[in-house]
């Protein structure tokens, strides 16, 4: 996917390639966020005259379509009426489109197994659903396990967590309030869905003037973290800088010298972590390591084993250096639809924070 970057670049030679580099990027996101076709927004009259700028804006888009394609097999119905509706607006479709029409089935498709997943935050108060709010689309597998890991599909509670944060996000501004993040890191990330959904909603609200915000996604098995860096590359070739990064981080090792932080992360996100009790004093431990004074940890754990579940409480309540605030995650976003395959199960946050001294 490397060329779209250059392809969706504003390339500085005039105002009609920097309107429809952003009109094309625009159309690449919201392919990916597969918004419903009559919803796309696409200016009627990007490449109406025939001319040699509108055959230079009608190779933009092909290549703007063929970069999300590449990566991103979307379903063969949505395919064509998304070909029909862009032809619609064209005034003389050329031999790059019709080579983009007789190219469908030459993109890279999910592998066996996996399949492609969009997640959309919506902040309260939007009225349109489908374009507003921020939305990524993850590779993730349709089993339980797959590759002797769990980390290659995304479970509830990080759906839970990632939209509840949002929410927290989008209610006070990370730029306009002091206490928003500018640092997160993500424990056992699996697909991603938390940190790329946060990441996304902070770049909304990103300015350039501001200090970058640092996303951080990590994870330790070797097959998870290369599908989460896929899921990165995926949905951040298409985005404006900054991108979230992905690193490996092993509970059960010291934190790696270069993703420490003296001053520790803003925020410390982890869903689904709490699953084998011997590993929960590590896991603890690498919290413990990235908490600074001023920051705050959000745990959202699904409690399958009521027994697994109690050893943690007992874990955080007992350490004399943490306030524990504990939140059924499930009321919180109770009137959200959420819902994927743990309903069965509660789902509790825990905040931490720094006892201070
Ligand atoms: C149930 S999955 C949750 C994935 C993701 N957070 C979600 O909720 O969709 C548990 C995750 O913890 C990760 N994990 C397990 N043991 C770990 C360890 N020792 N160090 C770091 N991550 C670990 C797994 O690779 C997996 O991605």
Redesign the pocket.
């Known amino acids: 996917m490397a060329s779209s970057g250059q392809g969706l670049e504003s390339g500085g030679d005039g105002h009609g390639a920097g309107r429809i580099a952003e009109t094309t990027h625009s159309l690449a996101l919201q392919i990916l966020a597969a918004v419903p076709v009559l919803r796309l927004d696409l200016p009627a009259d990007w490449c109406q005259e025939a001319t040699e700028e509108s055959a230079r804006d009608q190779a933009a888009v092909v290549r703007a379509v063929q970069d999300v394609w590449q990566y991103y097999p979307a379903a063969a119905a949505y395919r064509s009426r998304l070909l029909k509706r862009i032809e619609g607006t064209l005034a003389e479709p050329d031999e790059g489109w019709y080579n983009l029409l007789s190219d469908g089935e030459s993109t890279k498709p999910a592998e066996p197994g996996f399949q492609f997943r969009t997640f959309r935050h919506c902040p309260a108060p939007s009225k349109d659903r489908a374009a507003a709010g921020t939305s990524i689309t993850l590779h993730e597998c349709t089993a339980l396990t797959q590759q002797g890991?769990?980390?290659l599909?995304?479970?509830d509670?990080?759906v839970m967590l990632a939209n509840h944060l949002c929410d927290t996000l989008c209610s006070s501004p990370a730029r306009t309030c002091p206490t928003g993040p500018s640092s997160i890191l993500?424990?056992?990330?699996?697909?991603g869905?938390?940190g790329l959904l946060l990441a996304g909603t902070l770049n909304k609200q990103w300015h350039p003037k501001d200090a970058q915000p640092c996303v951080v996604l990590?994870?330790?098995?070797e097959a998870?973290l290369a599908n989460l860096t896929r899921n990165a590359d995926l949905n951040w070739t298409l985005q404006p800088e900054p991108r979230p990064t992905c690193a490996s981080?092993?509970?059960?090792n010291p934190m790696p010298a270069h993703l420490a932080r003296p001053e520790g992360y803003d925020w410390v996100v982890?869903?689904?972590?709490v699953?084998?009790p011997q590993?929960l004093p590590?896991?603890l431990d690498?919290i413990l390591a990235a908490l600074g004074s001023k920051s705050r940890a959000f745990i959202a754990t699904t409690v399958r084993n009521p027994d697994t579940f109690a050893t943690w409480c007992n874990l955080l309540e007992s350490h004399p250096d943490l306030v524990v605030c504990t939140h059924d995650l499930r009321a919180l976003r109770a009137g959200h639809v959420d819902l994927q395959s743990d309903h069965q199960f509660d789902v509790f946050l825990h905040e931490l924070t720094r006892a201070s001294p």
């Open positions: 890991t769990t980390g599909r995304t479970w509670a990080a993500e424990l056992g990330a699996g697909t869905v938390v990590t994870d330790y098995h998870v981080i092993d509970w059960r982890a869903a689904d972590v699953f084998d590993l590590d896991l690498t």
